[in-house]
């Protein structure tokens, strides 16, 4: 199996430990014919991309891409901030990016008191003390994610269950209707082989990347691999092994906000 491009990766803009342009020097070292940078949204209390740095951004992916004869993305891995599914990119940023990753992260500014106390915190304890969800947690982080997915154009879902239970046939399902690819991520496996079948069933298309915060990790997918073998996952369902996934137009885009 050949990878085509590794989607899913930091730099130094939030808080991975490299340049763009290291990134996609492994990624042409690699044999990757694409790579998006997709640092962490603006709303991460810590790590979160600046929009002033935005400019510079561009400039490194475009001298980087020159450089190294492979296309680059501009992405964003945007975190989910509510229990509504708000998103941390203000609407007229959205389109500062080629394609939106978005996922569940701890410490970023929740988009209300209420989303603090309800969603963040509860989430953060369960996680912490390794606790089981209750099902109406499960139900209550599930229609967050499934309002995220409707609201705003997600190209990609990243780590689905990590630090947030949901039902993952549920999301699936609703990722398959709205055009969003669900991330087999390559740090780490955050739902059973069971869950991973309850997902297949409903038709979504997957993808797999690195989500390397290091340039030595990027293109680095071995877990995903060994896992596609496992659950044996059909290779037309995961849309960055030979060659390049359908992204949804920017017109398509446009028409989610
Ligand atoms: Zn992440
Ligand atoms: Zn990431």
Redesign the pocket.
Known sequence: MVLFGDY?THTKFSHGKGTVEENARTAREMGLKQIAITD?GLGHIAFGLRKCKLPHLAREIKEASEKYGIKIYKGV?ANIIGLDGQIDIPLDYMDSFDII?C???KFVWPNTVNDFFNFFLPNFFLDLFNIQSSSKRVELNTAAIINNIKRFPVDVL??IN?GLKVDCRRVAKACAEHGTFIEI?GKRTSYTDAEMMDMLDTGVKFIINS?AHSPSRVGDVRICLELIKRVNIPRERIVNLEGEPQWRSRRERKKRW
């Open positions: 899913h962490h891995e990753l996922g569940f992260h990243t780590h990590y991520n989500d």
